[in-house]
């Protein structure tokens, strides 16, 4: 168990729906970052939330957005959904703002399936 | 931008035998190397990393080997065992660039 806890597990909507994704860090993390993993696919970056500023963009759709809380929790609002959009979606989480050169540990995932 | 390639993209091996996967990457500037365990449908788990002032770094079975010069980084796992099983990506990161740049996925099996 990594200490970041992702909810729900498993999501099913419709194409045209909205949804929220939701993650919380380890203790004591600062940053929060959000993958999607299409099936059989890598692990593409979507954004970076450090200590409740956007800190890095990556792939990210317009219809994707998030945010982070004061409490440091994050959420992945995903609109206008398409069947393309069905994957696992992993947040991450780090000590502090340093992105790429800190180790980040993984959440359980969300897998969506849009229909 | 970063740009990450894993090889091979499928590996077999006899348990016992000794695993070995490449990745290649763009940006000199790159100076993070983590490798991360994915079993199906689980979450990615750190098994290992190297950072750029370090050509090698063991733990016990793993090791990852890194040659900046040519930039390249390996993933050695010996005396295989069925419980290594699992997709192994690697990953690339440049201090202060804010993100990591993930390869494409090993799946790798381990034939009993």
């Known amino acids: 168990d990594s200490g970041v806890t992702q909810t729900p597990k498993h999501l099913i909507t419709a194409t045209g729906q909205r949804v929220t994704l939701r993650c919380s860090p380890r203790?004591?993390?600062?940053?929060v970052y959000w993958y999607q993993q299409s099936l059989d696919q890598g692990l593409q970056f979507l954004i970076q939330?450090?200590?409740?500023?956007?800190?890095a963009k990556g792939n990210i759709l317009e219809r994707f957005s998030a945010q982070q809380f004061p409490d440091l929790h994050s959420e992945l609002n995903l609109s206008s959904l398409e069947l393309g959009d069905s994957a696992l979606y992993f947040c991450?989480?780090?000590?502090?703002?340093?992105?790429?050169?800190?180790?980040?540990?993984f959440g359980p995932g969300t897998r969506l399936l849009v229909l | 931008g970063e740009n990450v390639e894993q090889h091979p993209s499928t590996l077999s091996v006899q348990e016992g035998d000794s695993a070995v996967i490449k990745c290649t990457y763009s940006?000199?500037?790159?100076?993070?190397f983590p490798w991360y365990k994915q079993e199906l449908g689980k979450r990615p788990q750190l098994i290992i990393d190297?950072?750029?002032?370090?050509g090698e770094k063991k733990d016990q079975r793993i090791a990852v080997t890194l040659n900046k010069t040519a930039k390249h980084f390996s993933l050695h796992i010996t005396e295989t065992q069925p419980e290594d099983s699992a997709v192994y990506f690697c990953?690339?990161?440049?201090?202060?660039?804010?993100?990591?740049?993930f390869g494409q996925g090993t799946r790798l099996t381990i034939n009993p």
């Open positions: 991450a989480s780090s000590v502090g703002a340093g992105g790429s050169y800190e180790t980040q540990y």
């Open positions: 203790s004591g993390d600062l940053s």
């Open positions: 939330y450090y200590n409740g500023e956007e800190r």
């Open positions: 940006d000199s500037a790159s100076n993070y």
């Open positions: 190297i950072r750029s002032n370090v």
């Open positions: 990953a690339a990161g440049v201090q202060g660039a804010q993100k990591l740049v």
